[in-house]
């Protein structure tokens, strides 16, 4: 067999594994490993061995625990909650009010844990209710936690964009910074959209009751330093990491021990509490540990079969396509892959594929792959909304109320996509709106 068949051949029984309901660490690994003893006889056991010791040679995978224990121990204790009621009575006495809330929220999860479960989860069980009570739309509240939600993967401190970092051999930095703007953007077009919906059809989001929001002055103080623990906590941790007093290894444990601290301070840090949210840490955790190492033995047994060479001469010779089109084509296929595959699972499928060729284009400016990692973040992001099979829609429906049916989801999404695909074009065409902000900062990372 010619080689490009060979690396197809993997390919495909990779996908044939994900497809029959195998677990995704244990599918890349398994064909891996097999391709491997196959090709190369049996000194090629040593090759999953080696990309152990390369695993946990990286200092910064130590950054995955920190970040997930943070975001869960703030949303297990209660502390995420507060700031919702805090948000909702901010914001009760504007029209579309409670879904900007939401917003915000989402932004301000995403800051503190890095995943877009952990905002959907919080936004369906906190935010939904709360809103269905209150007479709002059901088809928009829900495309309001979804969209919400994406930002998760996109705001630092991003866990997804750590684990493109650690592929990609790029500072998961510069990819934080550069995520940043992408991801206001994306908040302030959301923001615009609830405004401009409610004020033409007030119905879908009418205003809070003035009794709700009338509370005595020292019960507003009290919700509102609850509110501010979250702020607080992202400010020092970002803060310290900005203005170079702590490395981003130092300051995931920043933010691991404010939390930990709020916790107590709040009187809520009990032995349930850590055990759970150890528990919840240490499974997703592995998970990823599991998910990179596969991704490493699956991309060196592409490298060795010069696959990486093979998708260039097909782009690039036979079909002539140029830069752009390249980057478009790579879009196209997250998009495609996402009707089946997580974020995660498409990272480690198609970086030994895509990320040398991308550094290889000639797309006319600097730090391309910390530019790609975006597009790939927020690509991943619509494949996740996008009907029929997203999985955010399928999570969206277990965890939302009974009221929120699976086509109102479907319903409610297609404002949302619409907004990240104009982030994308925005950023595809206006490269500064990722790399400018990481340019101007000197961090260490």
């Known amino acids: 067999m010619s080689y490009e068949a060979i690396a197809l051949l993997m390919f495909a029984s990779m996908i044939l594994l994900l497809i029959s309901g195998q677990r995704v660490f244990a599918a890349i690994g ?18 999953p061995f080696n990309q152990v010791f ?31 009621k805090m948000l909702h009575v901010w914001f009760g006495r504007v029209r579309g009010g409670l879904a900007i809330g939401t917003v915000f929220l989402m932004v301000i999860i995403s ?20 809103m269905l009570r209150r007479g709002y739309d059901k088809v928009l509240i829900s ?30 930095s510069k990819l934080w910074f550069a995520g940043l703007v992408p991801g206001l ?48 906590i992202f400010f020092l941790m970002t803060g310290l990491f900005v203005m170079g007093y702590t490395s981003l290894v130092e300051s995931s444990a920043v933010g691991a021990t404010a939390a930990t601290l709020a916790a107590m301070v709040k009187g809520r840090f009990t032995w349930k509490l850590i055990r759970d949210t ?23 047994v592409f490298d060795g079969l010069g696959a990486v060479r093979a998708i260039e001469n097909l782009f690039l010779n036979t079909w002539d396509l140029g830069p752009w089109q390249v980057i478009i084509m790579m879009q196209l296929s997250f998009i495609l892959m996402g009707i089946f595959l997580d974020d995660t699972a498409m990272l480690v499928i198609v970086a030994p594929l895509y990320v040398p060729l991308v550094g290889m284009l000639d797309l006319g400016f600097d730090n ?27 999570l969206m429906r277990s965890l939302a109320p ?44």
Request: with cysteine.
């Open 54 to 84: 390369k695993l946990f040679n990286w200092y910064a995978m130590l950054t995955l625990p920190m970040f997930i224990y943070m975001g869960y121990i703030l949303s297990e204790s209660g502390i995420a909650e507060d700031l919702y």
């Open 368 to 394: 391309q792959l910390i530019w790609f990692g975006v597009l790939y973040t927020i690509t991943c992001q619509i494949a996740y909304i996008t009907p029929p099979f997203g999985y955010n829609l399928f």
């Open 30 to 47: 398994f064909v891996a490993a097999g391709s491997a003893l196959l090709l190369y006889g049996q000194g090629a056991i040593e090759l």
């Open 185 to 232: 953007i994306m908040a302030a077009m959301f923001t615009v959209y609830i405004l401009v919906r409610a004020r033409m059809n007030p119905s879908l989001a009418p205003v809070v009751e003035e009794d709700e929001l009338n509370m005595p002055l020292r019960e507003k103080l009290a919700l509102a330093r609850a509110g501010i623990i979250p702020f607080a």
């Open 111 to 130: 800051a503190m844990n890095g995943l877009s479960v952990a905002g959907m989860a919080i936004g369906a069980t906190i935010a939904l209710p709360e």
């Open 402 to 445: 009974k009221e929120i049916t699976l086509i109102d989801i479907y319903r409610s999404i297609w404002p949302f996509a619409l907004m990240m695909a104009i982030t994308i074009a925005l950023v595809m065409m206006f490269p500064g709106i990722a790399l400018w902000l990481p340019e101007q900062m000197n961090v260490r990372g």
């Open 278 to 300: 150890s528990l919840k840490t240490l499974s997703v955790s592995c998970m990823f540990l599991w998910l990179i190492l596969a991704a490493l033995a699956f991309g060196a």
């Open 143 to 172: 495309g309001v936690v979804q969209g919400g939600s994406s930002l998760g993967i996109l705001i630092p401190p991003s866990v997804v964009m750590v684990l493109f970092g650690m592929i990609a051999r790029q500072p998961v």
